[in-house]
């Protein structure tokens, strides 16, 4: 008993000198980065206010969320603080900004996170849609995956196919140098994941698992993640020489061998570095390689980043 508590305690203390030194480099280092200072208008239409005809798909970079699906999820005050990694519908981060999304699934195609599931994925389809009938220049990219634990849904590619048809930008490498603008009217690149079932090939009209890469770094410690996203980050090739989507999530999670279990107060640790993160890919020479940046509880200024340095690209000033 007495090691345990004293195990706690000096967890307790890395975890704050972790939380003391990202502050630090934030008040050492600043977040400027080129296009920092830039503020959508309107963030619903963000891609389209940026020029759809000179935005290219490798320029972009993509706010997206972490277990995305998960504002309705488990039993409130009870369950829910232990899974629930966004309080937006899929519906309302679209208006945000949001374009990418992480989308978990079980064998009967309800969204879940773990053991805890919520709506059917049929409701994340009907936002899309919604959204997309109400935009015209904006691209999605939805990661729909078996969650660790479950069964594939029998079927799913066929039935994602039947619920997004003609939004659906075919799997094709060429894509990632076009503009958007090229792309249209299709505006969805639909990633599915499954655990067992044959994953999509070139040309069908998803895309495989391989086409979004990250590195999970499963961690409730600050500056661990935020040093092993860089790390990580330098291994990748730049956007423009790359055929895949790379993914950077500035989150960190509950663990184990840790007291606190909910979710918002350990990523709460993190989610703030944000802006910090961007300036120190410029800062370690890797921003040329960022194009996904992934988080929970997404906000406005999050997305103000994400599409700032997009700007700054498609100006040529990064």
Known sequence: MGSQVSKQIERRKTIHTEKKAMVELRQSAG?????????????????ANLGSERTRVNQIVWPGTH???????????????????????????????????????????????????????????????????????????????TEFGHNDPPDFDKYAVEQLGDHLIHNDDRVFEKTIKELLPRKVICIWKPRKSPAPKRGDPLWSGGYLKDNWINTDLPWKKFESNLQFLAAQAPVSNRKYFYRVENTVTPTADNPVVCVKPVTRRIHKFARLFINQSFAKGVADKLQVLSTDFIDADFVDACVGLTSARIEGMA
């Open 31 to 47: 977040e400027d980065f080129p296009g920092s200072d830039y503020r959508p208008q309107d963030r619903k239409n963000w891609m």
């Open 67 to 145: 277990d995305s699906a998960t504002d309705d999820i488990g039993i409130p005050f009870i369950t829910r603080p232990f899974a629930q990694c966004q309080s937006l519908s899929i519906y309302d981060q679209l208006v945000l900004g949001t374009r990418l999304f992480d989308i978990r699934i079980q064998e009967n195609r309800l969204v879940c996170h773990g053991i805890l599931s919520t709506y059917s994925v049929d409701v994340v389809f009907a936002d899309v849609k919604k959204f997309l009938a109400e935009t015209q220049s904006e691209i999605i990219i939805l990661e729909i995956r």
